[in-house]
């Protein structure tokens, strides 16, 4: 029966005729067919994804190939071996990517989570990098391979002869005091962690360049020079800017990231089980990380849940009483901060004080002096250390959801972090800038403090060496010892000590402080970012280190796509403290007459208007133009116009995309008011019960034809009637034509 069946539908078929066919290759314009041969080619369309018959199909392959052939082989054939080339350059690049295997490794025992960190460290070792290099490149390498000064740059009302006299004045090393070199070992150890003695003579501060144009080679009637003061403002300028603009980059993708995954809560259940598993993968290890991986954020995804449902149950005196904590604990955390930058400023007072009475005195204790010197950093490093940690215990009593209370501690650490530096360096412009000069033709409120520039790069390189050395003392001496007792005496200590977790807002402020420090400290030690490529280096398989054997998952699961646009925020913020006070010392400070590469000019801004003033006249009209009122405010408010537009624009998207949600809504109540009405006529509400009875109707179907009927008739009743008015003119899918 079922043959016969096959072959009548096979002769019905070939009865009807060929399919017609809904894009006739033949009929269409040349140009038309070139395209859509062109977009089947670089697999932009699909002939097996076209509505058509397999013959049908055949003969258009056919056809589009000879029109390959004649107009645009050669094209689609290169278009094709350049997509490839691509692909696999991406594979390779892929392959190479810096710490790949160890990333992987985080991400499928720890989550996405702290992952991020890892990736945010990643992200600020290659912007270091991006530093250094356009600091070697630009200043220090042209400072070391060009010796043939040509002229040195000086203001057109500053003394010369001055400026000479205090730069025999200032003597940041003197080898007299350092002979024999075998006796002074201890002095030389102790100016490596201070930046000073035979460090502050080097390349790595900035009192050691020269304010000198060198001649680099002339050709005919030209002379090729290069004006090294400029090439520092300009390089400087640089890498601010280019700092800047990875950093919009950046947060603007995780800015998308996050857009995505918030439109993604109400499927993402549904994606991480059905749809998150790589079929790529085809090694048992990378296969347990990836299992690790989606644990972890169906975890995270369950948490936030269980938090809000939470926060929906609070009653009015709950939530009154909860808002009453939260003002005492911001209170509280204001008074903390306010404290912290107290002590900082008389740290730093007592530290400059001090050097001043007994810094240069006979027989004073080099560890002394050390000490003394480091208070300002060894105060700034405690309050880093220990503030989170009351502001980790404080945020607790406020009942915030986890992604929130990492937000919260994260602003109030790098408010206290960005406060010590902000203060640190208040405190140094008091000492470096004065209304009554101790030597007024040099320019000097102190005379221990003959190189203003150099001095302010010494305290970023001593927070530096200090922040790297406590870094690294906590993982060695506390972290891995903390393992290792808990481990050891694991009943006994297993509660009151307890398993590290691995804290993202304390080690991501820890970088970020550590950015800070290198964006300020890179325009007085121009040499800073190599050292900060160093240590992030070095921290990197530390933390790693310690995290896979020291630290347990943490209990406060966060998204890692809302996490990295954070990060990217904060360093933000911080990046806007570090150009207020290097903008300034640019603008308005005077430089140091005795050192340095502005050494010879009323403020360091003023080698760019030097420069202008040397260009031809149309040239200067024009950025002279730039700079002025007439061009500024206009700009000022055609950006206005433009921002308001935009912002319009997204407003109305934002309605548009509201619309469209409502209106899948509806769709989707439609769709389950249809299947409501379809199990109704089926006798049953529920889709198990009704594919129940289905199955019990089709075996009672099957047992009717195999019993013996009698009079034209079996034992099984006829099926029931169903009223006419349940169908809703529509015909049911299981009616029997009966003639009713």
């Known amino acids: ?99 790949r295997s160890p990333m992987r490794s985080i991400e499928g025992k720890f989550g996405t989570g702290i992952l991020s960190y890892f990736t945010f460290m990643r992200w600020l070792l290659f912007l270091n990098l991006i530093i250094f290099f356009l600091m070697f490149l630009f200043i220090l390498l042209p400072a070391v391979i060009f010796n043939n000064t040509l002229s040195e740059v000086s203001s057109n009302i500053t003394n010369t002869s001055s400026t000479v006299d205090c730069e025999s004045r200032y003597v940041p090393y003197n080898v007299s005091m350092y002979t024999p070199a075998s006796a002074h070992i201890s002095d030389y150890i102790v100016d490596a962690l201070q930046g000073k003695g035979i460090m502050e003579n080097t390349h790595l501060f900035y009192g050691y360049y020269e304010n000198t144009v060198q001649n680099i080679t002339e050709t005919g009637t030209y002379t090729f020079t290069y004006n090294l003061p400029l090439a520092y403002l300009l390089t400087s300028l640089s890498y601010f800017l280019i700092s800047l603009i990875l950093m919009v980059r950046n947060s603007a993708k995780g800015l998308q990231e996050s857009l995505v995954s918030s439109e993604d809560k109400f499927y993402t259940y549904c994606n991480k089980v059905f749809a998150g598993w790589d079929f790529c993968i085809n090694d048992s290890r990378a296969a347990d990380l990836k299992h690790g991986q989606i644990r972890y954020e169906l975890k995270t995804d369950l948490e936030e849940q269980r938090i809000l449902q939470k926060q929906a149950k609070r009653t009015g005196g709950e939530k009154c009483r909860l808002y009453t904590v939260r003002v005492i604990v911001n209170i509280f955390v204001l008074a903390i901060l306010g404290a912290g930058g107290y002590l900082i400023y008389y740290a730093s007072t007592f530290a400059l004080q001090w050097a001043a009475q007994y810094g240069t005195a006979v027989g004073t204790d080099p560890f002394l002096k050390l000490l003394v010197t480091y208070t300002p950093s060894l105060t700034i490093t405690g309050l880093n250390m220990i503030v989170p940690i009351i502001f980790d215990k404080l945020v607790g009593f406020e009942d915030y959801s986890p992604e929130f209370e990492i937000q919260m501690t994260l602003l109030r650490t790098v408010f206290l972090r960005l406060a010590s530096i902000a203060t640190l360096i208040g405190t140094l ?227 548009m995309v509201a619309v469209l949600k409502d209106q899948l809504i509806l769709e989707g109540k439609d769709k389950h008011f249809l299947l409501q009405r379809v199990y109704e006529l089926q006798g049953t509400t529920d889709p198990k019960r009704a594919k129940a009875n289905k199955a019990q109707a089709e075996r009672r179907a099957a047992a009717a034809k195999a019993t013996p009927v009698a009079n034209g008739y079996n034992n099984e009743s006829p099926p029931p009637r169903v009223p006419s008015s349940a169908w809703d003119n529509n015909a049911h899918p299981n009616a029997v034509n009966d003639g009713w």
Not at 32 to 48: F, M
Not at 474 to 486: A, C, G, H, N, Q
Not at 573 to 589: E, K, R
């Open 429 to 655: 412009y008091t000492q470096i800038a004065c209304s009554t000069y101790a030597e007024d033709d040099c320019k000097v409120c102190d005379v221990d403090i003959r190189c203003w520039e150099t001095y302010v790069g010494q305290e970023m390189y001593k927070l530096v060496i200090m922040d790297f050395l406590v870094g690294t003392a906590v993982t060695l001496f506390v972290e891995f010892p903390r393992k290792f007792i808990v481990s050891r005496f694991k009943n006994k200590l297993e509660d009151v000590v307890g398993y590290q977790e691995f804290q993202i807002p304390k080690n991501v402020l820890d970088i970020v402080y550590a950015q800070t420090l290198c964006w300020i400290g890179t325009f007085f030690a121009p040499m800073l970012p190599a050292i900060c490529v160093i240590k992030t280096i070095i921290f990197f398989y530390l933390k790693k280190l310690s995290l896979m054997h020291n630290c347990i998952p943490s209990t406060k699961p966060f998204r890692a796509s809302k996490s990295r646009t954070f990060f990217m925020v904060i360093l933000l913020v911080s990046f806007l403290l570090c150009i207020i006070p290097v903008g300034f010392g640019i603008v308005q400070v005077y430089p140091s007459r005795a050192c340095g590469p502005f050494r010879s000019l009323n403020t360091m801004f003023e080698i760019v208007t030097q420069t202008i003033a040397g260009w031809p006249q149309v040239v200067r009209d024009i950025f002279f133009f730039l700079g002025s009122a007439g061009f500024l405010v206009p700009a000022v408010l055609i950006l206005c116009l433009l921002l308001y537009y935009f912002r319009a624009l997204s407003v109305a998207h934002k309605k």
């Open 1 to 99: 029966m079922s043959t016969y069946r096959r072959r009548r539908s096979a002769r019905a078929r070939s009865s009807r005729g060929p399919r017609p066919v809904l894009l006739d290759v033949d009929g269409q314009d040349p140009d038309e067919v070139d395209q859509l041969a062109e977009d089947i080619a670089e697999g932009r369309l699909a002939i097996r994804d076209l509505p058509k018959s397999i013959d049908v199909k055949r003969e258009m392959l056919r056809k589009l190939e000879g029109k390959r052939m004649k107009g645009f082989g050669w094209k689609v054939s290169m278009k094709r071996r350049w997509k490839k080339s691509k692909e696999s350059m991406g594979d390779f690049f892929v392959k190479l990517e810096v710490w």
